[in-house]
Structure formats: structure tokens, C-alpha cells
T-cell receptor, first 115, second 113 residues
Framework: DTEVTQTPKHLVMGMTNKKSLKCEQH?????MYWYKQKAKKPPELMFV???????INESVPSRFSPECPNSSLLNLHLHALQPEDSALYLC??????????????FGPGTRLTVL | QKEVEQNSGPLSVPEGAIASLNCTYS??????FFWYRQYSGKSPELIMS????GDKEDGRFTAQLNKASQYVSLLIRDSQPSDSATYLC?????????????FGKGTMLLVSP
């Protein structure tokens, strides 16, 4: 099963709300990623988790808080977002983030709108 | 700044033609290269990976790699309207000991019936 799932598909939130995005994979992968993609732009890496530990944080604002409860799950907690944070949030997974030949597989994404 | 460059397009080809998508990269030590297809409003889908110089074929898709020229390409034979999408070139780069992807801006392909 080469599938990464994400919930919800769409999310609308106000600037004072707290919400969470969820990602799950059952491929036995040990690396998981969060990306942000704005319209007509490529995906931008936000966070990398390797073996459930945060390995790379691309200087993401603290209003985005990642969490990896276990090797299959990845969450992104959102708080006090700004309208410019509206984007498609993509989760990806791969076998091993330490492997040079490392194929990443993306989930369907969560379309986030901040009002 | 490590970069991946692609023509933004759109690249327009008639149905049945060969579409040729190109990508150059700046990091000479990169070892793995990927092509993703992204339909409008959808997430990127991995369609090809290539690690060695030369050609790699999978169905109607052929990826080509030339590390000396720092050049990667994707050929789509017998193009179909369903191939109309944005094609993202991604290059693996090691940062802090971890494998990360750097994406080009993507080339939009339009296949007309």
C-alpha cells in the first residue's frame, strides 16, 4: 500500500483558532515531511522527521508546531495563523531520510484558508 | 544557494507527439533526481527516479541524466491530453546529514487533442 493519507482535505480557520492537520502512512517508512505549497509555486520544505525525531526545521514560525506521535503519524498544530499562511499543506514520507536514493511520496494535501 | 531550474512553459504539444521537459541543477554532489507530475489542485505524484547517467524508461516516460552537464530531462512519448499537468523536477540534496528535495518551479505541459 503506497499511500499517504491526510485529513482534513479542506480547512478554513480564523486567525485566533487552533487546529491540527493529520498525516498517516502505513508503508513502514521512517521519515516524514511537511511541505507548504502556494499557488503556482513548488513545494517548500517545512519540517523533516527521521525515526520520530525532528531533524530539520526550515526556520518555520512557531505558530506551526509539528508532532510525530509514532512512526506512522505526523501532525501539524496550527495556532494564530495569518492570512498569508493560506496554502496547500503536503505531507510526504520516505523509507529513510539518511538515504541518498530516497523517494518521497506525497499525500493528497490539506487546503488551508486563513480568514 | 543550491538551485534547480526549469522552463515554466507552458509547453504545448499536439496529441501523439513527444514532449521534452528539461531541468538543470547547481549542486554537483547531488546523486538522485526525480520527476513529479502535479495536476491542478492536486498533490505531486512521483513518476520517475533516476540515479545513474544515461536513460531510464518506464512505459511512455524516459528520464535522462547527464551529471557532467548537470542536466536532467523527461521525455513523454505519444503524449495524451491526460498528460497535461505541471511537471516538477526535484533534486536530492543532503542537509545536516538528511536527504531533502529541492524542487524546480515546474513546467506546465499542455497536450492538445
Amino acid at each position: 500500500d503506497t499511500e499517504v493519507t491526510q485529513t482534513p482535505k479542506h480547512l478554513v480557520m480564523g486567525m485566533t483558532n487552533k487546529k491540527s492537520l493529520k498525516c498517516e502512512q502505513h508503508m513502514g517508512h521512517r521519515a516524514m515531511y511537511w511541505y507548504k505549497q502556494k499557488a503556482k509555486k513548488p513545494p517548500e520544505l517545512m519540517f523533516v522527521y527521521s525515526y520520530e525525531k525532528l531533524s530539520i526545521n526550515e526556520s518555520v514560525p512557531s505558530r506551526f508546531s509539528p508532532e510525530c506521535p509514532n512512526s506512522s503519524l505526523l501532525n501539524l498544530h496550527l495556532h494564530a495563523l495569518q492570512p498569508e499562511d493560506s496554502a496547500l499543506y503536503l505531507c510526504a514520507s520516505s523509507q529513510d531520510a539518511g538515504d541518498t536514493y530516497n523517494e518521497q511520496f506525497f499525500g493528497p494535501g490539506t487546503r488551508l484558508t486563513v480568514l | 544557494q543550491k538551485e534547480v531550474e526549469q522552463n515554466s512553459g507552458p509547453l504545448s504539444v499536439p496529441e501523439g507527439a513527444i514532449a521534452s521537459l528539461n531541468c538543470t541543477y547547481s549542486d554537483r554532489v547531488s546523486q538522485s533526481f526525480f520527476w513529479y507530475r502535479q495536476y491542478s489542485g492536486k498533490s505531486p505524484e512521483l513518476i520517475m527516479s533516476i540515479y545513474s547517467n544515461g536513460d531510464k524508461e518506464d512505459g511512455r516516460f524516459t528520464a535522462q541524466l547527464n551529471k557532467a552537464s548537470q542536466y536532467v530531462s523527461l521525455l513523454i512519448r505519444d503524449s495524451q491530453p491526460s498528460d497535461s499537468a505541471t511537471y516538477l523536477c526535484a533534486v536530492n540534496m543532503i542537509r545536516s546529514g538528511y536527504s531533502t528535495l529541492t524542487f524546480g518551479k515546474g513546467t506546465m505541459l499542455l497536450v492538445s487533442p
